[in-house]
C-alpha cells in the first residue's frame, strides 16, 4: 500500500480583548466552545480502504462509528494487503488497517509490533479465513457421513462432471490463482482420479461462482474448493469438508503450491489470521476509539450474509455498511458503550 502524510491534532483557543483610551473596556470575547473529550482524544485518522468486498465495508462500518460514535475525522484510503501492511510499518501510515490477512507477512510484522511501532487490535474475523473444499448443505443433510475430502471421494456418482460421463467432478479454481496450484495438488495428493474424479477448469471467478449457482438451482452434486468469507456462501449455503488431516506447512510450501509439485501431500488448508492493525501513533492518540478497534470483530456467517446482499443490491461498501448498522444492532452494539451506540443510530 501507499504511505499518506501524518496528522497530529492542534486545539487552538484565544481570548481578545478590545480596549480603547477614555472608553469604557468592551468585554472579552468569548473563548470558543471546547470540542468534546472524544474529539480531543481521536482527532483525523487514516483507515485502509482494501480492495476486496469483506474489508471495504468493515473499513466503512469503522469511519461511520468512529467519525459519529467517537468524533473522530476519518479518511479513507485506498489499500491492499501487501502494500498497506509495508507502508504502516516503514512510514506510520495508513492509522489502521481494518481487515489486514498477515499469514503472508507474519514475520515482520510481529517484529513491527514487539518493537511497538504497530499494534493487533481486534482479531476482525473471529473464525479466520477459510478456505478448502466445499459440498452443498443439502448434500451434507442427505448424506451425513460424507464428512471429509476421503468421504467425499468415495462417491463420484454424487458430483458429476459436467462435461465427462460416468465420472465425479471437483471444480478448481481460474488460471493463474494460487488456489489453482493447490486444488490441483489436493486432486493428486487424495489421488482423486484413481477415484473416478475429473479437474473442471472453470476459467474464471465468475465461472466458479456460476458452478454452485447451477450447482443449487438444480440441487445436484457440487464439489470443490473455495474460501470464506464471502458472498456467494451467504448466497449458498455450502459446508466444508474436514482434510481429516493436519495442516503441513512444509509441504504445503514446498510442494503443494508449486507449479511443478510431483509429489503432493495430504494436508489441510492454514486457517487464515485477520486482525485489525494500528500504530502506535493512533495507539496513543485515539482515546476510545482504540477500545472500539480492540472490541470490534464478527463472524464469516455474518460477513457471508452481508456481502450476499450487497451483491444482490449492487450496493457499495457505504451502503453494505449502512445497511449492516441499521439491521444487526444486536452485533454491533455489543463493541461499543450505549452512549455511542445510540449516537451511531441517530447518525443512520
Known amino acids: 500500500m501507499n504511505h499518506f502524510p501524518k496528522f497530529s491534532l492542534t486545539v487552538l483557543a484565544a481570548v481578545v480583548t478590545l480596549a480603547a483610551c477614555g472608553k469604557k473596556e468592551e468585554p472579552a470575547a468569548p473563548a ?17 480502504n482494501m480492495n476486496w468486498q469483506s474489508a471495504e465495508v468493515l473499513a466503512h462500518i469503522d469511519k461511520l462509528i468512529m467519525s459519529s460514535g467517537y468524533g473522530c475525522e476519518v479518511e479513507l484510503v485506498p489499500g491492499d494487503t501487501m502494500p ?3 507502508a504502516m510499518m516503514e512510514k506510520g501510515q495508513p492509522d489502521v488497517a481494518p481487515e489486514a490477512w498477515i499469514n503472508a507477512v507474519r514475520q515482520p510484522l510481529d517484529a513491527a509490533v514487539k518493537e511497538g511501532r504497530l499494534h493487533y487490535a481486534a482479531e476482525s474475523l473471529k473464525d479466520g479465513g477459510i478456505e478448502g473444499w466445499w459440498i452443498p448443505k443439502y448434500i451434507a443433510d442427505a448424506h451425513p457421513d460424507i464428512k471429509t475430502i476421503d468421504d467425499a471421494l468415495k462417491h463420484p456418482e454424487l458430483f458429476p462432471a459436467p462435461e465427462v460421463k460416468d465420472k465425479g467432478g471437483v471444480y478448481n479454481c481460474p488460471a493463474g490463482w494460487n488456489c489453482q496450484l493447490t486444488t490441483g495438488s489436493a486432486f493428486k495428493a487424495w489421488g482423486a482420479a484413481d477415484k473416478g474424479f475429473v479437474l473442471v477448469n472453470t476459467g474464471s471467478a465468475a ?3 456460476g458452478s454452485i449457482a447451477k450447482a443449487y438451482e438444480r440441487k445436484q452434486g457440487w464439489l470443490g474448493y473455495y474460501w470464506a ?35 503432493p501431500v495430504k494436508t489441510d488448508w492454514a ?12 495507539k496513543q492518540a485515539g482515546g476510545p476509539a482504540i477500545g472500539y478497534l480492540e472490541a470490534r470483530n464478527w463472524r464469516n456467517d455474518t460477513v457471508n450474509q452481508l456481502l450476499a446482499w450487497m451483491s444482490d443490491n449492487q450496493a457499495t461498501g457505504e451502503d453494505g455498511a449502512r445497511h449492516f448498522l441499521k439491521t444487526q444492532p444486536e452485533i454491533w452494539t455489543a463493541w461499543v458503550s450505549p452512549e455511542v451506540a445510540d449516537k451511531v443510530k441517530a447518525s443512520l
Open 207 to 209: 465461472g466458479l461462482d
Open 229 to 263: 468469507p464471502t458472498s456467494i456462501l451467504g448466497k449458498y449455503e455450502m459446508v466444508k469438508l474436514d482434510a481429516g488431516v493436519p495442516f503441513d506447512k512444509e509441504g504445503f510450501e514446498s510442494c503443494n503450491t508449486k507449479a511443478d509439485c510431483d509429489n
Open 271 to 282: 486457517r487464515a489470521e485477520v486482525f485489525t492493525v494500528i500504530t502506535d501513533r493512533f
Open 32 to 48: 470558543p466552545t471546547a470540542q468534546p473529550a472524544a474529539v480531543q482524544a481521536c482527532g483525523k485518522v487514516t483507515v485502509a
Open 84 to 86: 498497506t501492511l509495508t
